[in-house]
């Protein structure tokens, strides 16, 4: 794992920017795995940026996001869907052919969740992934104890999970259940994976994940099982890293 640590939340966005900016400019096709929360917000606006002021396409650009509510619509306010096409999708070039976001309301969902794995297959696989990671050490919304050999599958969120998303909902009663989300052997398919953490509040679930052991009750630990991980955090996350770069 290459360990970068970014004075603060702007510099962590930018240098996230910045390699997925390479990675597009040395393979106009790339095919990126994208991920929701506000952890991203400060990347996908920098990428924006990129766009507009300084011409960064999108049009042969392909995407997969990590996860989606079950029982959210598309066009629900606080489905993934809005989410990206509000902070992203909707003020760059992509074609929205090349945007894949699970469902959240397929009536068969396991046909739902083979089409997804097949659609990555068929999009050649996934260049770079981006990863948030959850208090508890969760990615995509594989919650601690989710078998590492998992492929796309509906989840049961914690209640911790659930209330770190409720800041999204009315009331507590609304934030769903469950979810659809890549598996772990989806994400560890990834040609590279970029994890992205900020607040003193994610130091643990970094140290953890970097320096734990590898064990399915930390999701983000399989991660030392990769042989192309960047992880790139802010100070404050990078509190509990015994070395950092
Ligand atoms: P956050 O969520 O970016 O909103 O902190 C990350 C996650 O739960 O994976």
């Known amino acids: 794992m290459q360990v970068w640590v970014a004075n603060d939340y702007d ?18 096709t790339a095919v990126l795995g994208l991920a929701t929360g506000s952890t991203p917000l400060g990347l996908y606006a920098e990428l924006v940026r990129l766009h507009q002021q300084e011409g960064l396409d999108f049009s042969r650009v392909t995407t997969f996001n990590l996860d989606e509510y079950w029982g959210l619509a598309d ?3 606080a489905s993934y869907h809005r989410f990206m096409w509000d902070n992203l999708f909707s003020k760059i070039n992509i074609r929205p052919e090349a945007v894949h976001i699970p469902s959240g309301v397929a009536a068969d969902l396991d046909a739902e969740c083979a089409r997804y794995e097949e659609q990555i297959r068929r999009a050649g696989g996934i260049d770079l992934q981006v990863l948030g990671i959850g208090h508890n050490g969760h990615i995509g ?40 989300s890549m598996g772990i052997a989806t994400i560890m398919e990834a040609r590279r994976i970029l994890l992205l953490a900020n607040g003193s509040n994610k130091a643990a679930a970094i140290g953890a994940a970097v320096h734990g052991p590898v064990s399915e009750e930390v999701p983000a630990s399989v991660l030392q099982r990769h042989p192309d991980v960047i992880v790139l955090v802010d100070r404050a996350a990078a509190a509990r890293l015994q070395k950092a770069s």
């Open 75 to 77: 066009d629900h306010p």
């Open 141 to 180: 919304f594989n919650e601690p104890g989710t078998p590492f050999s998992s492929r796309t599958h509906r989840c049961v969120l914690t209640t911790d999970t659930r209330t770190a998303n409720a800041r999204f909902f009315a009331s507590m009663d609304q934030v769903p259940r469950e979810a659809v």
């Open 11 to 28: 510099e962590m966005s930018r240098q996230a920017a910045q390699l997925i900016a390479d990675l597009i400019r040395k393979k106009p």
